[in-house]
Each structure stands twice: as structure tokens, then as C-alpha cells.
């Protein structure tokens, strides 16, 4: 899946990526939109930048989301 | 002190009254406070982790010493008291992060504060900037982002992304008008920093001055420390002055916020590369207790095709604008072709053709709706002719001796590979084609150059290449070495190395101090609540955001003049104040509920309360069938929605927007205060089989009941008639 800037997302899981830390399991039922897609152009292992409902901005693994089929 | 209030509330208000101007008397007093109040905050906020409650009662201690002022040790057995009494209180807020009575979330975040990674309190200075106060906007803005004009002007804006008016219209131009307020106060001289506290005679080495490490430096330097930046670059600012075009973001802007930070004793080396130019043995030697490595990512990746390296004129784009930005403005070519579909591609095109190339073009493998650049820089580019192919895969550079004649591609289509639903460029048998091309810019991406890094023996790197941190505290696997924006991010956003950098300040503060370290990134403070401001609710539903005055293109094409001009200052004032103001409103929806389910009214249509499901919303319907009982603001726990008496009428206000405004009758016989008509109506209609309505006269409960019990006496003769 490619994410695009403005795609509503769920976190829906725990990523088994090395960047997953502890506290974002807290994050696991948030929604939120897509604020930066890439770090490096469409790869599917990049890091993306989410603003989750309540629970801030963070680049997560793209694994742990999944989109809600809204964008603004 | 409130015994109603939560304890962990309850111990935050009585510490800030020890660290405010009236608290305690010695410094060391005020010290152990502020750092209690920095962990009993976390664990209000829920990102206390469990180390917290035994670093509070190691600090508590401090008070008791012989030595301190009595004031201060009898504030050391109120804490200790407050700890004491209500432990299972504090410990369920660090284990659940939850507060049972809500009184830790009256200060909660809005949405665009929590979505900003800086954490700025955007609707407090969107606020000031409504009724003019810019320097004050700015002081606010500073407090959680020390480059307010740099980000007024490039930042990537999560918080309109998560703006509530957005559910109704169009988010707020958050981005635009902080630009603006920056720029008025500087011009006014008003752009001041705050004073640092004193300093504490330790010394952080920041590595890198881009926007992580200049604001990692100016945090610290506020909290008293000495700080050095170590630049490898001449100029300051990192990719926000080599990276990013003059047209976008003008060298002056950077320059004047970079002397701001300098002003507070910060000190920046350039010219001098780590590991090259001084070792960390040198500065460790003099003095250095921690370290910010903050040196971003600025290698790029090379297109891996033939004939890449065999001509001068093949370039990476971030060196192109490197070289642009220190001042070689020579023409890369006449017909140029960027190779690439994010913002540094439309960059190295746009920057091409200010330099004077005939033609540009875009070479993107995907298409136009896949490229990750920003819809408004993709927009900007092709007014100004810049020319895309898409679904174009680079094969070759071809070209004789030194020149180049053509960039040769295939042409793809979008694929699903097997087991993927993720579509992947394939190349097309047949589609070989070449574009004119005297010069070739990739722009596909960078990565961090970790040369000269290999002192910092502790820390580990990420697969992709970044440093490793806990991006709770930004602190690597070497104790006293902190990471900062896109060395741990890879290439990112400036308001993501912004808030890294701050991040990594406090970490580096409470590493030298040696107090405990939060377990999640902390949630962003509120300092205060600016007062609302009034208007109607035609007003705020009709308000529209401004449009960008933009250069003319005949400018843009051929100088590095800033494109976008800003906004005319009632355009401002107008923006700032369609604010919902949701550092006020949470949008808990009890209010929509009591006045719908309870009273059976109905008048809210709030639609864009709901995150996930919002609906329509008019303020100005409210006033159809509104009665201004007054029962949503009753049940309003922030105070959101108020009713308030002005001019003999009764209004209901949502954060300020007047959703409804009726006149306020009395009783003819005693002169006590019904409401408004559609009130008194509407209690009448409730109790009409207790005390019936007169038709003739406007009397109040007491004086109908009254009025009855004299009339049902006279009919049973209990009174002799009039």
C-alpha cells in the first residue's frame, strides 16, 4: 500500500520494524491522517510521519497502519 | 488548599505557586520544585514511567535540609503530605495515564497543538495575532519553536491536517499567519528572546546547525547552559539554508532568527567538521558533558544508471542547491531533466529554471497522484513551465565526450507485485524513449552521512541508516549523546527536527541533572487560556480564508524573489479569528447529548465534533430552536458554551461564536427575571397541569401559584371575594 499525504489511517497493529518502541503500543486503535508519506520517494520499508487523534505526531513503520479510505 | 480537585492537580497548583514570584525564598527551593514539577506534570499528562514516584520522594527529601528556610521545608511536608495521603491516586494516574476526575486534561492540548511536533499552543497565538498582539504571539510560538518564521514559511503544517474547522470548511492558514506574526514583530523590533536563567557553568557540544541543533541550542541555552555548535558548512541553518530555495524561504529570514538564538550566548563554529576539523577527545577535554548530534542527512542517493558518472553535468540535487545557495549561479543546462517526484525535485527543477534553462523537466517513475512532493509546490512548478513525464524510468545518460545529449528512459506502467497490493512502476516492452537533455539532476532521496561519527563508539545506527534513539528523550546507547532531526529521522520535516531538537534539550537537562527520563514523548503544555473573542454566528460560519498573493510569473521564472507574498493584515486578523478555538471546546459532545436527549431541544448541530464520523455543522441554526435554558453550558466541564446576560438579553456563546441571543422578559406583578419567550414558553408548556399559564399577563412561577392558591381559595370560600 502507498500512503499518500492526507490518508486517514488506523494503527491497527503492532510493527515487528525495529523502530517500534514500547510506548506506541498506546497507539494501537488511534486514527489519524498521513503528514508526510516518505522519507525516501515511495519505498514501502521508509518511516511515515502520522498525526494520530490525541496522541501527537510520529513517523511510524508503514506495517502497524492501515487506510480508512478518507483523505483530506 | 481545593480538596475537591484531583491530588496530581492539586500538587502541580501548589508547585507552581512555590516557583512563582510570591514561592519560596532560596534558589535551592525553587530548583527541587521545578524539577517536581516537571515529573508530577508527566504524570498528569500519563507519560510518567515507574522511575518517577522515587525520584519525587529522593527530591522531596532535599526540602528537609536543616539549612533551608523554613517556608521551604514546610513546603517539603505539604508535598509530602500530598504524596502520602493520596499514593494510590498518583500511582494509578502513572499506570492507567488517566484521570478519574479530569481535572489533569482543564489545560488539554488541541488537536493542532498535539498534531504540531513542536507542540506549539497554536490557539492561544492564533488568538493574540486575532486582536493584533504579534511580539506576543511570537513569545507564545518561541516557548516550543525557536525558528517561527522559518516554519511560517516552509513548514509542512501537520496541524492543519488535523485543524477541527477543516470538518466544516477549510482549515485554518496556521502555517501563514505565524509568518506573518513574526515578520511584523521583527520589522517592530519586538521579536525578543526570553531571559535565560542564569548559567549553570556546564557545557553541551550541539553537532550540526540545521534546525534540530539550533533548537536543541537555544532551549539549552535558555536552562543556563554554555553551548557550542560545531558547523561543518559556512552558513547556518542546514538544509534550511543549503536545501531549501532563496524563493521559498529568503536567506535573511534564517539569518535573522539564527542571530536571535546566537544573542542568548550561543556559540557557532563553522568551517569545522567533527572528526576533520576538532576530535570529541578535544571537547571532551574542554569540558563538554553531553552531546546533540544533530547533522542530518545530506548524502544523496545516485540513480545507479549508465552513464551516471561519466559526465560533469550529471548531478545530485542536493549539492545543486547546495552550490546554488552558496552562490554558484551558473545555468545547469538549457534543457534540464530532474529525476525524482518529491519537494527537493520540484526544488532542483524550479531553481533550474530561475537559473535560466530553456526546458525542465520531471522524470517521475509513478504518477502525478503517487508523487510524495506537496500538492501547492507541484501547483507552483508548472505555472512557472515546468514540464512532467510520468510513469518514466531512467535507463541512461547518453552524450559524447562531455555533453550530454539525452536522458534515455522506459516507459512503465503501475503494477501489483505478487502477494502485494502495494502497485510498483514496471517498465513497458517497447517503451524506450529518450528526453532532450544537455543536464541530469537526481533528486530520489538522501541519506545521513555518518562520517567523522565513528567518535561516538556507544551509539548504535538504524538499518536505514539513522542513529538509534528512544524518541521519548532522544538519547542514543552512549549515556550524555543525544540525537536530533534527520541524523535520527532520515530526510523529514524541519517542524519534525524542530521538535526532536527540543526534546533532546530537556533530555540533555534532566541527563545533567539526573532525574528521570519520560516513558513516552510528553504530551504539549498549555500555559494559559487567551479570552475568546466574540462574533456572531453568521460571522464565523461566513468567514473565508484568504488567497495568497503570489508573484507574478514572469519574476518567478527568471529571480529567486519570495513566490509567495503573504497575506494583507485584515486578511490576518479575519484568518486567526475563524479559530474554533479547540484548546477550549474538547468536543466531549455531552452538550449536543443533554440538549437533544434530555431537554428534547435539539437546537445543536454540531456535526464536527466527531473525529471519525463528522457531519453538518451551522452555528447559525442553533438560534431556530435554541430557548437559552442554558442546560449545555451547565453541563459544559471546560466552559466552552456559557450563558451570559448582555443588554437586557440572554445569550448562548460557543467559545465565543453568539449561537443564540434572545430577550430577556420579567414577571408583571413581582419583576422577577423569566428568560427569554421562547423560555418561558417552553417552561409553561412543562408545568402547565401544576401551575397554568395566564394568557393575559406575564407572571413569573411564584406570583401563578400565588395568583392560583388565591383563586382556588376564593372558589372554595375559604376567602371571601372581592
Known amino acids: 500500500m502507498t500512503f499518500q499525504r492526507g490518508d486517514k489511517i488506523e494503527i491497527f497493529q503492532a510493527s515487528t520494524d525495529d523502530a517500534w518502541e514500547d510506548y506506541m503500543n498506546d497507539f494501537i486503535g488511534c486514527h489519524g491522517f498521513i503528514v508526510d508519506p516518505d522519507t525516501s520517494v515511495n519505498d514501502p520499508d521508509a518511516l511515515v510521519e502520522v498525526s494520530l487523534e490525541g496522541k501527537g505526531t510520529h513517523r511510524l513503520p508503514q506495517d502497524c497502519m492501515r487506510r480508512l479510505g478518507e483523505q483530506v | 488548599m481545593d480538596k475537591k480537585i484531583c491530588p496530581v492537580r492539586q500538587t502541580i497548583l501548589f508547585l507552581t505557586t512555590l516557583i512563582g514570584p510570591k514561592g519560596l525564598p532560596d534558589p535551592k527551593g525553587q530548583r527541587i520544585s521545578e524539577q517536581i514539577l516537571v515529573l508530577v506534570e508527566e504524570i498528569a499528562e500519563g507519560t510518567a514511567g515507574e522511575a518517577h514516584l522515587p525520584a519525587i520522594e529522593d527530591l522531596v527529601k532535599e526540602y528537609n535540609d536543616a539549612r533551608n528556610p523554613e517556608q521551604t521545608r514546610m513546603a517539603g511536608m505539604t508535598i509530602q503530605g500530598l504524596l502520602d495521603d493520596h499514593l494510590e491516586i498518583f500511582i494509578n494516574h502513572i499506570q492507567t495515564r488517566n484521570c478519574p476526575t479530569h481535572d489533569c486534561g482543564k489545560l488539554a492540548p488541541s488537536p493542532c497543538q498535539m498534531a504540531c511536533p513542536a507542540g506549539i499552543d497554536i490557539p492561544t497565538y492564533l488568538a493574540l495575532i486575532a486582536q493584533g498582539k504579534d511580539a506576543e504571539a511570537i513569545e507564545v510560538i518561541r516557548r516550543d519553536n525557536p525558528l517561527p518564521w522559518v516554519c511560517g514559511l516552509i513548514c509542512t503544517r501537520p496541524c492543519e491536517m488535523m485543524c477541527v474547522r477543516a470538518r466544516i470548511d477549510k482549515a485554518i492558514s496556521i502555517k501563514f499567519l505565524k509568518a506573518f506574526a513574526a515578520e511584523r514583530a521583527m520589522s517592530g523590533r519586538a521579536y525578543t528572546n526570553p531571559t535565560p536563567r542564569p548559567a549553570n557553568g556546564k557545557k553541551v557540544c550541539v553537532v550540526g546547525a540545521g534546525p534540530g541543533g539550533l533548537s536543541c541550542a537555544y532551549y539549552l541555552a535558555l536552562m543556563g547552559y554554555g553551548v557550542r555548535i560545531i558547523e561543518a558548512l559556512p552558513v547556518p541553518g542546514g538544509m534550511l539554508m543549503v536545501g531549501i530555495p532563496r524563493y521559498r524561504l529568503p536567506g535573511e529570514v534564517i539569518n535573522r532568527e539564527v542571530a536571535m538564538i546566537e544573542a542568548l550566548g550561543v556559540k557557532i563554529q563553522y568551517n569545522t567538521r567533527l572528526g576533520r576539523d576538532v576530535t570529541k577527545e578535544e571537547l571532551d577535554r574542554e569540558g563538554f558533558e553531553a552531546y546533540c548530534i544533530a547533522i542530518g542527512a545530506h548524502k544523496a542517493w545516485t540513480l545507479g544508471i549508465e552513464g551516471e558518472k561519466d559526465f560533469s553535468n550529471v548531478f545530485e540535487a542536493v549539492r545543486f542547491l547546495r552550490d546554488v545557495a552558496l552562490g554558484d549561479h551558473r545555468c545547469p543546462g538549457k534543457n534540464v531533466v530532474v529525476v525524482g517526484g518529491g ?225 494583507e493584515e485584515a486578511d ?76 437586557g438579553r440572554r445569550r448562548l456563546l460557543l467559545c465565543g461564536t453568539i449561537l443564540n441571543s434572545q430577550a430577556i422578559r420579567y414577571c408583571e406583578s413581582c419583576g422577577a427575571k423569566l428568560g427569554s419567550e421562547e423560555y418561558t414558553r417552553f417552561i409553561a408548556g412543562k408545568t402547565r397541569n401544576m401551575t397554568p399559564a395566564t394568557k393575559t399577563r406575564l407572571l413569573c412561577n411564584n406570583c401563578l401559584r400565588r395568583n392560583a392558591a388565591v383563586s382556588n381559595a376564593a372558589n372554595s370560600g375559604a376567602l371571601p371575594m372581592v
Open chain 2, 343 to 567: 519537494n527537493v525535485a520540484i526544488d532542483a527543477a524550479r531553481t533550474s529554471l530561475r537559473l535560466g534553462a530553456e526546458r525542465v523537466i520531471i522524470a517521475y517513475r509513478r504518477t502525478r497522484d503517487q508523487m510524495p512532493a506537496d500538492v501547492e509546490e507541484v501547483e507552483q512548478a508548472e505555472e512557472e513551465g515546468i514540464e512532467f513525464s510520468f510513469l518514466t524510468i531512467p535507463a541512461a545518460v547518453k552524450g559524447e565526450g562531455q555533453n550530454i545529449h539525452a536522458l534515455s528512459c522506459i516507459k512503465a506502467e503501475l503494477k501489483a507485485k505478487q502477494g502485494s497490493d502495494r502497485l510498483a512502476p514496471v517498465p513497458i516492452e517497447g517503451g524506450e524513449f529518450e528526453i532532450r537533455a544537455d543536464a541530469v539532476i537526481s533528486a530520489i532521496g538522501q541519506y545521513v552521512d555518518n562520517e567523522g561519527m565513528d567518535a561516538f563508539t556507544g551509539i548504535n545506527w538504524s538499518r536505514r541508516g539513522t542513529i538509534d534513539v528512544n524518541h521519548a528523550h532522544m538519547e542514543t546507547a552512549q549515556p550524555g549523546v543525544f540525537a536530533a532531526g534527520d541524523a535520527v529521522s532520515g530526510p523529514a520535516t524541519v517542524i519534525e527536527a524542530i521538535g526532536g531538537g527540543k526534546r533532546a534539550a530537556d533530555a540533555i537537562d534532566r541527563y545533567l541533572r539526573k532525574i528521570p527520563q519520560p516513558r513516552a514523548p510528553r504530551t504539549p503544555v498549555r500555559h494559559k487560556t487567551e479570552p475568546v473573542l466574540e462574533m456572531t454566528a453568521h460571522r464565523k460560519m461566513t468567514l473565508e480564508p484568504p488567497k495568497m498573493p503570489m508573484l507574478n510569473l514572469y519574476r518567478r521564472r527568471t529571480t529567486f524573489q519570495q513566490v509567495e507574498l503573504g497575506y
Open chain 2, 572 to 647: 490576518v486578523r479575519q484568518e486567526a479569528a475563524r479559530c474554533l478555538r479547540c484548546d477550549i471546546c474538547r468536543r466531549c459532545g455531552k452538550c449536543v447529548d443533554i440538549c437533544r436527549d434530555k431537554m428534547g431541544i435539539n437546537a445543536l448541530k454540531l456535526g464536527y465534533l466527531d473525529f471519525d464520523e463528522s457531519g453538518p455543522t451551522d452555528f447559525r441554526v442553533t438560534a431556530e430552536n435554541c430557548i437559552t435554558c442554558g442546560a449545555c453550558a451547565a453541563n459544559c466541564e471546560n466552559n466552552a458554551l456559557k450563558i451570559d446576560e448582555k443588554d
